[in-house]
């Protein structure tokens, strides 16, 4: 079965550059969460997305963004990188309303800023 | 604020044992609670899942025991196995806000052979 695709799987950056991660959604899964995990932390909510619309968020920097497009695959855009967002980004994918609440993940993307 | 406590951080077992990690939650507007399973270098994967109105649910080796009065639920994992070894993380999802997902902070398992 298709799973949650993240690319790319590991990115290094300097600070103060800019990083974008993709994430592939399940097919027909209709929302998409992204999630910042830093060493033996526990996943923190980032954002989501319901049906292409910005559905709920967490503790994203002013410094991020994300959509979510037509073909329902998100990207999350990080400028002025800092050392404190070398992390494992997640993005997770569900579908609402047949069985909710079961999130999937993707393998993730490793950032390292420098 | 963290919404989910889980307990305790890391757990040593050994082969063959019983391992339990416990999760405490305070909002009572909580109607799912997960857990995840992940390994090193990979994204979490759902394990077994349990909703409020049902205070046990086993899956093979593993029991997800729930208490709503105490709000704790727990992870039994029965005859613990060395593939075991990872780290485990209780979630609750609040469906009013969003379908939005709070995560404990994770328990480090290791099953000594």
């Known amino acids: 079965a298709a799973g949650v695709i993240q690319s790319p799987r590991h990115l290094i950056k300097e600070k103060r550059e800019t990083a974008t991660l993709k994430c592939y959604p399940i097919?027909?899964?209709?929302?998409v969460y992204w999630y910042q995990q830093g060493p033996g932390q526990d996943p923190q909510f980032l954002i989501s997305?319901?049906?292409?619309?910005?559905?709920d968020k967490g503790s994203i920097p002013d410094r991020f963004s994300a959509q979510q497009f037509s073909d329902y695959h998100s990207e999350l855009n990080m400028s002025s990188l800092e050392l404190g967002d070398s992390a494992l980004y997640f993005c997770?994918?569900?579908?609402?309303?047949?069985?909710?609440?079961?999130?999937?993940f993707g393998e993730g993307s490793r950032l390292t800023v420098l | 604020q963290q919404q989910v406590k889980q307990s305790p951080q890391s757990l040593i077992v050994q082969k063959g044992g019983i391992s339990i990690i416990n999760c405490a939650y305070e909002?009572?507007?909580?109607?799912?609670f997960p857990w995840y399973q992940q390994f090193p270098g990979k994204g979490p994967a759902l394990l077994i899942a349990?909703?409020?109105?049902?205070s046990e649910k086993k899956e093979g080796r593993f029991t997800i025991s729930f208490n709503k009065s105490a709000k704790q639920f727990s992870l039994h994992i029965m005859d613990s196995q060395p593939g075991d070894s990872a780290t485990y993380f209780c979630?609750?999802?609040?469906?009013?806000?969003?379908?939005?997902?709070?995560f404990g902070t994770g328990t480090s398992l290791t099953v000594i052979p």
């Open positions: 997770a994918s569900s579908l609402s309303g047949i069985t909710p609440g079961e999130l999937f």
């Open positions: 097919p027909r899964h209709d929302t």
């Open positions: 997305f319901y049906e292409k619309m910005q559905s």
């Open positions: 909002n009572t507007a909580f109607d799912y």
């Open positions: 349990i909703r409020p109105d049902v």
């Open positions: 979630a609750a999802r609040m469906w009013d806000t969003g379908n939005q997902f709070y």
